[in-house]
């Protein structure tokens, strides 16, 4: 089947600890997105890649981190610079931009 | 700048009842516009989306959304709802490579 895979579906981190959250998609898709999403909130885009080996910071970029080293892999690191981490993230992609965007079933990180 | 507003964040409606769900979008060129849907602790899920063409566009589940220039709206409606409808629902526009959500409305469905 085609589709997106998040991976973990739940994580927890210690302070001060690096993280990295996978995602993966055998859709064929050029783009892909990580939004980060917290109670009314609605959702906040992290950074976006529209071909490999290139992305662009969104919205609310800091503290985290991205490659794109491979068209189906948007890996997304959340780094100890980010300030309050917990939040539920979900990656998405989609053919191209502003196309209809596809999502994988998110990643719930707690920092503990 | 490009943006959208789901003026509602709560809405509550009864079992069979019509619903009306709105948004409002800012884009300086010609948008494309979805719904999407999502139950607790699960991703988004496409409804409807908009391109071009007829301004008024069938999706799944029954719903259906009206494009109004005009007004920069783009408004999901559904002429009965069902108790799994709960959810809640974003409205989006795809603007230039990226996509844009608004905050979401939460419905709750009375039996």
């Known amino acids: 089947d085609g589709g997106i895979t998040q991976s973990p579906k739940y994580l927890f981190r210690k302070e001060g600890q690096n993280v990295t959250l996978s995602c993966e998609q055998n859709l064929n898709h050029d783009a892909m997105y990580w939004y980060r999403q917290d109670p009314g909130q609605g959702l906040r885009l992290i950074y976006y890649?529209?071909?490999?080996?290139?992305?662009q910071k969104g919205d609310i970029a800091e503290g985290y981190s991205v490659s794109r080293e491979k068209k189906e892999s948007f890996p997304l690191t959340v780094t100890s610079a980010q300030k309050n981490p917990t939040a539920f993230y979900l990656c998405a992609s989609s053919i191209g931009g502003r196309t209809e965007a596809f999502f994988g079933q998110g990643t719930r990180l707690t920092v503990v | 700048a490009q943006s959208v507003t789901q003026p509602d964040i709560h809405i509550t409606v009864s079992e069979g009842a019509s619903l009306e769900l709105r948004c409002n979008y800012s884009?300086?060129?010609?948008?494309?516009l979805f719904w999407y849907v999502q139950s607790p602790g699960q991703g988004l899920q496409l409804l409807l989306k908009y391109f071009s063409g007829d301004t008024l566009v069938q999706g799944i589940k029954g719903f259906e959304a009206e494009f109004k220039r005009s007004q920069s709206s783009f408004n999901l409606r559904k002429p009965s709802v069902h108790w799994s409808d709960a959810a809640e629902y974003f409205c989006a526009v795809g603007a230039g490579d990226k996509i844009i959500f608004g905050k979401g409305t939460r419905l709750h469905i009375l039996p």
């Open positions: 884009y300086g060129a010609t948008p494309y």
């Open positions: 890649s529209q071909i490999v080996n290139d992305f």
